[in-house]
């Protein structure tokens, strides 16, 4: 059972174009959401988030479009750089009575390769 | 530097022996958290912990152990009852405000032969 779904496992852009990453959840009861941008060996790093009240979010080249209807999430790269090459995992979690407990769900990730 | 620290990033054992991963924080965070991530899959969740001497499991919990005495350090026992143990393992932590994301520690990748 995947709550939380990314189904292109992989993303190719030249430098200087816009990535767009998607990912698509089942869950309806999820209301925050996350990517998070991962190196070989490491630990996968913050990079954004929304909450289910708002449908956009920015950060610098990175944007996180929510649509709550379709139960979809996009992010956006603008513009993309050899340095984003990277998996990245969507994830999200929803609220458990009147605590979070902060489980989440991820994504099996997309690996982005942006060419020079 | 504040940070979660996983040691060793690399570990090697036979099939039969537990192996017991180390994570620890000092970021003052209250929740932690152990995933684990194969080839081709998301981040799968292990065992949390809320608040210290209390932890949950996740959806894989089957085959692993966890301890929280301290509010820093959330060890991973990986016992011979764990059937595909090989994989890497990442621990996780959270400040106790809602909504706010999960830091990772660098991982350990653990094979068992």
């Known amino acids: 059972d995947q709550q939380v779904k990314q189904n292109s496992p992989s993303l190719s852009v030249q430098e200087g174009r816009i990535s767009i990453l998607n990912c698509d959840y089942t869950?309806?009861?999820?209301?925050?959401f996350l990517w998070y941008k991962k190196y070989p060996a490491e630990g996968p790093t913050f990079l954004i988030s929304?909450?289910?009240?708002?449908d956009k979010n920015e950060d610098g080249r990175f944007t996180v479009f929510l649509n709550k209807s379709a139960k979809h999430l996009s992010l956006h790269i603008v513009p993309s750089q050899p340095g984003d090459s990277a998996v990245y995992f969507c994830?999200?979690?929803?609220?458990?009575?009147?605590?979070?407990?902060?489980?989440?769900?991820f994504g099996q990730g997309t690996t982005l390769q942006v060419k020079p | 530097d504040g940070g979660i620290t996983q040691s060793p990033k690399y570990l090697f054992r036979k099939e039969g022996q537990n192996v017991t991963l180390s994570c620890e924080q000092n970021l003052n965070h209250d929740a932690m958290y152990w995933y684990r991530q194969d080839p081709g899959q998301g981040l799968r969740l292990i065992y949390y912990s809320q608040i210290v001497n209390d932890f949950q499991k996740g959806d894989i919990a089957e085959g692993y152990s966890v301890s929280r005495e301290k509010k820093e350090s959330f060890p991973l026992t990986v016992t011979s009852a764990q059937k595909n143990p090989t994989a890497f393992y990442l621990c996780a932590s959270m400040a106790s405000s809602y909504n706010s994301p999960l830091h990772f520690g660098n991982g350990t990748r653990l094979t068992v032969t």
């Open positions: 869950n309806s009861m999820f209301d925050y």
């Open positions: 994830a999200a979690s929803h609220k458990k009575g009147s605590s979070n407990t902060g489980k989440l769900i």
């Open positions: 929304i909450s289910s009240i708002k």
